[in-house]
C-alpha cells in the first residue's frame, strides 16, 4: 500500500474515533448524565427547546433533517427510515446510566402539496422506542411543503416530542439519531450569486437542517452528525510541463535562459488553445448548465489567459534584450540551485511565471514599473521561493547595473514577529547567492540579509551601559545567544552558528565555527541589531511592517529611501548619519571620533532601494491598513523627492477579492495579479488537483454542550488513540486496515495536534483546561502565540521539526493564535483544532493551512454555533472549503480617515524635518526647537507650503477638502507653538496636538476606533 493511501486510512479512522466518541456508539453504561457528555446526534426535546430564543435553539436542537428539492409536484410518496437509542438512569442516586437498543423504524410518508408541518410515525416511532425500553419517548417525522414560484421543495425532519411530564427519572434527549429518505427523486440545490460561478460546481444534493447529509451508495439522503469536506492535494507539473516536457530546473535555466524560459511560454499558449477555446467553452456551458452571464464570464476570463500570455512574453523579450538581466537571471538560478541544498532542484511553472511577468519592469522602467505586482497562489504552493528567486535576481541585477552597495529590497510582513524558519530560508537563499557572487567575481558589496524586527526578538541598539529602557548587558556573557536567529549556517550547513558580540567594532555578529565553513570563520553577512542595519546596509531586508514607523523618529533610517551621509574611515563601522550630541562624528559606533568619508549627493542617490515587498497584503486591512496607507506615501515621498526614483512593489495575498481597490488604497498604483485563474477551479495551467488527500475537515456543531468540551474531548480521543497505536501497533493497524510498518512514522506524523485560537483569551483558556479537563498523562503542552518569548518559540519550533525519540517527550499539543498562521511550515503537524470560525475567511485558509503540508491533514472546526458567522458557515460549509477564496471578504480600507489622519500627520512632519530639511539646514541640524525656528526663518517657509508639502507626503490630495483641512490646521498649530517661545518645548517633536508624536508602531490606533471614509 502506498504512503498517501495508508495515511488517508488513518485520518479517516481517528475521525472516526473522535466521531463515534462524540456520540457514544461504543458506549452501553455510563455513570454520568449523557446529556453532559455527548455532543453528536442528539436531539432535544421540543418543549424544552420551544421557549427559547433562536440562538439557544441552535445550541441543543430539538430536529434534525433535511431540505430536498423534489423532482415532480406534489403528492409525493417516500420513507423515511429512522434511528435513534435512548439512554435510561437506573440509579438516580450513583448516577449510573443504561443506554437501550437502538430502534430501527421506517415511517412511510405521503406528504401533499401545502403540507403544513404534516405528522407521520408518532405511534411507531414512539412505540418502538418504548419496546426498545425507553417508556414516554415520542418522536415524529414533520414534512412541510416550502415550495416557491412551481419550485417544489420540502421540509423533512425527525423532531423529539417527549412531553415535559414523560420520563421524570429518565434522559429525555435521543441520541444516535439518523434519518434516510428513500424512494423521493430530487434535484439539487444550486448556490447563486457567486461571482465566476462558471468555475465552480455549485450543486447541493440537499441542504441539512442541524447536521449534514450524504447520498449514500443506495443513493438514499442521509443525514451525518458531522461535515466532513476533503480537499485533494494540488500538482504543479503535469502534461504539458511534466519534467520531460519541460526542462524547469535551476541549472538548465542558468545554462540556457532563454530557450528554456521560451518553452514554458509555448506550453502556456498551447494549454490556453486547448482548455480556453470557444469549442472548449461551448461544450462546457452544454454540460454544466451555464447560463448566458456565465458563458460571457468564461470569454472574459479567456481573454485575461491571452493578457497574462503576452506578459510572460515580454519578460521573454526583457531577457532577450538585456544582457545584464540575462546574466542576473542565470546568476540567480546558480544560486537557487545551491540554496536548495539538494531538496528540490527546479521551478514549479508558476514560479517561474511569476518572476517572468515582474522582468519587464526590471529592464525598461516605464509603466510596468508603477504596478503593483501580486502574486496569489494556494498556500504552500511555494510563494516563499518565488520571492526569493525574485529577491536574488534584483541583488544580481543591481551589482550588475551599477548599485553596488546598500539595501536593494525591504520585504516586509505583517505581524509582530517572523517564524525562523522563514528568516532561515531567506539566509540560505542569500548565503548561495553570496557564494556564487564571488565565484563569478560580481562586483559590489557582499550580498547580505537584515533582520528588521525589533519588539524585543532582536535589540534596536546595543548600549555602552545597561539602561532602563535597553537593558542589555555587554558584559553579559549570555546575551549573544539570546539573540541568534539562525540555527544552521547558510554556508555550510553546519549546526555550529553562535553569536558574539565584538567590543572593538561594537557588533553582535553570527559567526560560523565550523571548520569547513567557506566563511572562514569571518562574521556572517547578518545583521539583526537595527543600528547594524543602519550602518551597513544590509542588500537585503526582512522584518515586520511595524519598523515602517522609524522613517518619522529615527534620522537613519535614511538609507531605507536614500543613501546615507558618510562612511566611518574605522575598519567595520560601518556608514555615518546626521550629526547628534552623543555622536559628533555621526557615527554610530559609541564613543568613535575617526574621521569621516562624505558621500555626495549623487552617489547617494545609488543607494534607493529597488523593491519593497509586503507579504500577506490581506492582512493590511482596518486601521492597520489606513495607517500604513499613510507610511507608503510618506516612504515613496521621499525617496522620489531625494532619489527621483520609486521602488517597485511586490506583493502577495491570500485573496484576491477586492484586490484593486486595496493597492490603490495602500500604493495609489495600479494592480495586478499573477496568475489569473484557471478555467475550473481544480485546474489550471499551473496546478490541478490530485487523489491524494489534501486537508479532511470536520464541521461539528457542539450540541447542548460547551465548544471547550468538545475540544477537550477531542483532545482526549485523538491521543489516546495515537498512544492506542504506540502500545498496540499491530491491533491498531489492523483496525485501520493498514500495515503495521507504518506505525512508527502515522505516530510520528499525527501525535501532536493544534489547537488554533482566534483571540490569545481563547488560546489561554484552552491551554488552562487541558491541564486539567484531558485525562491523558503526559501531555506535553506548548503555546505559539504573540506572547511567547522569542527563544521559547525558537525551541518550540525546533521540537516540533526534530522530535524526541521517546514519544512520551514529545510535544503532544500546541495551543496557538495567529502568530503562527503564518511562516510555520512543520510537516509534523497533521492535526488541527479551530476554536470556532475565525472573524475572516483569509485566516481560516491560512490557519489551517499549517497543517497537512506533506501529508494528509485532519482539521476540526469547531463552530460557535450561537453566532450568526459560524451558523452560516455551517450551512454551506461544503462551498466554503472547497471554494474558500470567493468567501473571502472584500478588504475593509481607506486613505482618507481623519482618525488617522491626526495620528500620521506628526509622522510627515517629522520625516521632512529629518531627511529633507536637517541636510539642507546651515549646520545640518534641526535637533531643537531654536534650530528649526530659526531654520524656518532663514527659508522663509511657513505653515501654508509645509502643510502642502506633507499632504503631498501623505497621498492626500486638495480634493480630499476636510482631510486636507484637518492637515493644515495641524500644521497651523504646529508652527503657533514653535513660533511660541513661551511654549517650553526644546525638542521638535515635542510640538504636536495633545503631546502626541509619531507613532511608535503602526498598530498604535487605539483598538477600537473605527476607521471609515469621513
Ligand atoms: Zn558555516
Ligand atoms: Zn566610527
Known amino acids: 500500500m502506498e504512503r498517501p493511501e495508508a495515511y488517508r486510512r488513518f485520518v479517516t479512522w481517528l475521525d472516526d474515533q473522535v466521531t463515534v466518541a462524540g456520540r457514544g456508539d461504543d458506549l452501553f453504561a455510563l455513570d454520568t448524565s449523557p446529556a453532559g457528555r455527548f455532543w453528536l446526534g442528539r436531539v432535544a426535546p421540543e418543549t424544552e427547546t420551544a421557549q427559547g430564543m433562536k440562538r439557544e435553539r441552535r445550541m441543543d436542537p430539538c430536529a434534525v433533517g433535511m431540505r430536498v428539492r423534489p423532482t415532480s409536484v406534489g403528492p409525493w410518496s417516500f420513507n423515511v427510515r429512522v434511528k435513534a437509542a435512548a439512554w435510561n438512569c437506573v440509579d438516580s442516586k450513583d448516577d ?18 401545502n403540507a403544513e408541518a404534516e405528522r407521520f410515525g408518532t405511534d411507531a416511532i414512539s412505540n418502538a422506542l418504548a419496546a426498545a425500553g425507553a417508556n414516554g419517548l415520542m418522536a415524529q417525522v414533520r414534512v412541510t411543503d416550502d415550495s416557491w414560484r412551481g419550485a417544489p421543495e420540502l421540509v423533512i425532519e425527525l423532531v423529539n416530542i417527549t412531553p415535559e411530564t414523560a420520563r421524570a427519572r429518565g434522559e429525555r434527549h435521543l441520541f444516535e439519531v439518523e434519518i434516510e429518505v428513500t424512494g423521493l427523486e430530487t434535484a439539487p440545490f444550486i448556490l447563486e450569486s457567486l461571482p465566476d460561478s462558471f468555475r465552480y460546481d455549485r450543486r447541493m444534493p440537499a441542504l441539512g437542517i442541524n447536521c449534514g447529509v450524504e447520498v449514500t451508495t443506495a443513493d438514499a439522503l442521509r443525514t451525518t452528525d458531522t461535515l466532513v469536506v476533503e480537499r485533494r492535494r494540488p500538482e504543479y507539473t503535469f502534461e504539458g510541463t511534466s519534467p520531460d516536457r519541460l526542462d524547469l530546473t535551476f541549472r538548465g535555466l542558468a545554462a540556457d535562459s532563454v530557450s528554456r524560459v521560451a518553452e514554458l511560454i509555448e506550453a502556456y499558449r498551447r494549454w490556453g488553445e486547448v482548455h480556453w477555446s470557444n469549442q472548449r467553452l461551448e461544450e462546457r456551458q452544454g454540460a454544466e448548465a ?46 537557487m540551485d545551491k540554496a536548495s541544498h539538494g531538496a528540490y532542484d527546479r521551478w514549479r511553472p508558476f514560479q517561474l511565471g511569476f518572476i517572468l511577468s515582474v522582468l519587464p519592469s526590471f529592464s525598461d522602467a516605464g509603466s510596468d514599473w508603477d504596478f503593483v505586482e501580486t502574486v496569489w497562489f494556494a498556500t504552500g504552493g511555494g510563494k516563499t521561493e518565488t520571492y526569493l528567486g525574485l529577491l536574488v535576481l534584483t541583488a544580481f541585477y543591481d551589482r550588475l547595473r551599477g548599485k553596488v552597495t546598500g539595501i536593494s529590497a525591504w520585504s516586509r510582513f505583517p505581524l509582530r514577529m517572523l517564524s525562523l524558519q522563514q528568516t532561515q530560508r531567506f539566509a ?95 562574521p556572517l553577512p547578518i545583521y539583526i541589531v537595527d543600528q547594524e542595519i543602519y550602518r551597513f546596509l544590509p542588500t537585503v531586508v526582512i522584518g515586520t511592517l511595524d519598523k515602517a514607523s522609524l522613517i518619522a523618529m529615527q534620522a537613519n533610517m535614511r538609507g531605507f529611501v536614500e543613501g546615507p551621509s558618510g562612511r566611518c574611515t574605522e575598519q567595520m563601522h560601518g556608514y555615518t548619519y546626521a550629526k547628534r550630541s552623543s555622536r559628533p562624528n555621526g557615527c554610530l559606533v559609541p564613543d568613535c571620533q575617526a574621521a569621516v568619508e562624505p558621500i555626495s549627493t549623487n552617489d547617494r542617490k545609488q543607494f534607493a532601494p529597488s523593491f519593497r515587498l509586503q507579504d500577506e497584503l490581506h492582512l493590511l486591512r482596518d486601521s492597520l491598513g489606513a495607517v500604513d496607507s499613510h507610511y507608503e506615501a510618506l516612504l515613496d515621498f521621499l525617496q522620489l523627492e531625494l532619489t527621483g526614483t520609486r521602488p517597485k512593489i511586490i506583493a502577495s495575498s491570500a485573496t484576491l477579492t477586492g484586490y484593486e481597490r486595496q493597492v490603490d488604497v495602500l500604493y495609489q498604483r495600479e494592480g495586478r495579479v499573477f496568475p489569473v485563474p484557471g478555467p475550473s477551479a481544480g485546474e489550471s495551467f499551473w496546478s490541478r488537483e490530485t487523489d491524494n488527500l489534501l486537508r479532511r475537515f470536520v464541521a461539528v456543531w457542539p450540541r447542548g454542550v460547551t465548544l471547550e468540551w468538545v475540544s477537550d474531548r477531542t483532545t482526549t480521543i485523538l491521543q489516546q488513540s495515537v498512544r492506542r497505536l504506540l502500545e498496540d501497533p499491530e491491533v491498531v493497524c489492523a483496525e485501520v486496515g ?20 482566534n483571540t490569545v483569551r481563547d488560546v489561554e483558556a484552552a491551554r488552562r483546561s487541558l491541564g486539567t479537563q484531558v485525562p491523558v498523562e503526559p501531555l506535553n503542552v506548548v503555546a505559539l502565540t504573540g506572547q511567547a518569548a522569542f527563544d521559547e518559540v525558537r525551541e518550540a519550533l525546533d521540537r516540533l521539526q526534530n522530535p524526541e525519540p521517546d514519544f512520551t517527550e514529545r510535544i503532544h499539543t500546541v495551543t496557538a493564535s495567529s502568530m503562527m498562521s503564518h511562516g510555520v511550515d512543520i510537516n509534523r503537524l497533521n492535526i488541527m483544532t479551530v476554536l470556532g470560525v475565525p472573524l475572516t475567511t483569509a485566516e481560516f485558509i491560512q490557519a489551517t493551512a499549517r497543517v497537512g503540508r506533506s501529508h494528509p491533514g485532519l482539521v476540526y472546526v469547531i463552530h460557535k454555533i450561537g453566532r450568526e458567522r459560524d451558523a452560516t458557515v455551517y450551512s454551506h460549509f461544503g462551498p466554503f472549503i472547497h471554494q474558500g477564496d470567493r468567501f473571502v471578504e472584500p478588504i475593509p480600507v481607506t486613505r482618507s480617515s481623519r482618525r488617522v489622519l491626526q495620528l500620521t500627520t506628526p509622522a510627515a512632519i517629522e520625516s521632512r524635518r529629518l531627511f529633507i530639511h536637517e541636510p539642507k539646514s546651515p549646520a545640518q541640524r534641526l535637533t531643537t526647537v531654536d534650530l528649526l525656528r530659526k531654520y524656518f526663518a532663514i527659508t522663509g ?21 476636510m482631510a486636507f483641512a484637518d492637515i493644515q490646521q495641524q500644521l497651523n498649530a504646529y508652527f503657533m507653538r514653535l513660533e511660541d517661545h513661551g511654549f517650553g518645548a526644546r525638542f521638535p517633536n515635542e510640538l504636536f496636538d495633545q503631546g502626541r508624536k509619531p507613532m511608535r508602531s503602526l498598530r498604535d490606533v487605539e483598538a477600537q476606533i473605527p476607521v471609515s471614509d469621513d
Open 96 to 113: 449510573h446510566w443504561a443506554k437501550t437498543e437502538r430502534i430501527d423504524v421506517t415511517v412511510p410518508v405521503e406528504a401533499r402539496p
Open 290 to 335: 451555464w447560463n448566458p452571464e456565465m458563458f460571457e464570464e468564461a470569454r472574459a476570463a479567456a481573454e485575461d489567459h491571452l493578457e497574462e500570455l503576452s506578459r510572460l512574453r515580454r519578460g521573454l523579450d526583457a531577457l532577450q534584450r538585456d544582457v545584464q538581466l540575462l546574466r542576473a537571471f542565470s546568476l540567480m538560478n546558480l544560486a
Open 428 to 522: 540560505d537563499a542569500l548565503a548561495a547567492a553570496e557564494l556564487v557572487r564571488r565565484k563569478e567575481k560580481v562586483k559590489g558589496a557582499p550580498i547580505s540579509l537584515g533582520y528588521f524586527v525589533g519588539a524585543g526578538a532582536t535589540p534596536n541598539e546595543i548600549p555602552k551601559a545597561p539602561t532602563d529602557s535597553n537593558p542589555i548587558d555587554v558584559d553579559d556573557d549570555d546575551m549573544p545567544e539570546r539573540y541568534r536567529i539562525l540555527s544552521v549556517c547558510p554556508f555550510c550547513q553546519s549546526k555550529q552558528v553562535v553569536t558574539k558580540f565584538h567590543r572593538g567594532n561594537w557588533t553582535l555578529r553570527h559567526i560560523c565555527v565550523a571548520d569547513e565553513c567557506p566563511m572562514e570563520g569571518d
Open 738 to 757: 493498514v500495515p503495521s510498518l507504518y506505525a512508527p512514522e502515522l505516530l510520528d506524523l499525527y501525535g501532536t495536534n493544534v489547537i488554533y485560537g
Open 941 to 961: 517657509i511657513g505653515s501654508e507650503g509645509e502643510a502642502l508639502a506633507c499632504a503631498v507626503a501623505l497621498g492626500i490630495d486638495e480634493t480630499q477638502h
